[in-house]
């Protein structure tokens, strides 16, 4: 399994990203994925969760209404689009597959190297 994030940076507080995350070595649309998000000192936390073709998705409370995430399953990969971020946005952000939509712990036990993500003026 082989999970890479990309797409972070720096970014003012109102602004936007769109996260990429490239997954292999597994069948990538028969898995429901997910991202999440950590920050030092602090467990990761479930952003966003999307169906296998697409039709569900789910998001925290904390980024519904900001964040939308979609997958294209001819690249095998999964995106966070992130719309009015605001500094507690800042995390490094990962994705993972995940058993079923509705669950918080990942599929796999590896991790990506992760995207960094920093809101500040």
């Known amino acids: 399994v082989q999970l890479v994030e990309s797409g972070g940076g720096l970014v003012q507080p109102g602004g936007s990203l769109t996260l990429s995350c490239a997954a292999s070595?597994?069948?990538?649309?028969?898995?429901?994925m997910s991202w999440y998000r950590q920050v030092p000192g602090k467990e990761r936390e479930l952003v966003a969760s999307?169906?296998?073709?697409?039709?569900?998705?789910s998001y925290a409370a904390s980024v519904k209404g900001r964040f939308t995430i979609s997958r294209d399953n001819g690249k095998n990969t999964v995106y966070l689009k992130m719309n009015s971020l605001k500094p507690e946005d800042t995390a490094v952000y990962y994705c993972?597959?995940?058993?079923?939509?509705?669950?918080?712990?990942?599929?796999?036990?590896?991790w990506g190297q992760g995207t960094q993500v920093t809101v500040s003026s």
């Open positions: 993972n597959a995940v058993p079923r939509i509705t669950a918080t712990r990942p599929q796999f036990d590896s």
């Open positions: 070595g597994f069948t990538f649309s028969n898995y429901d």
């Open positions: 999307i169906s296998t073709a697409g039709g569900l998705t």
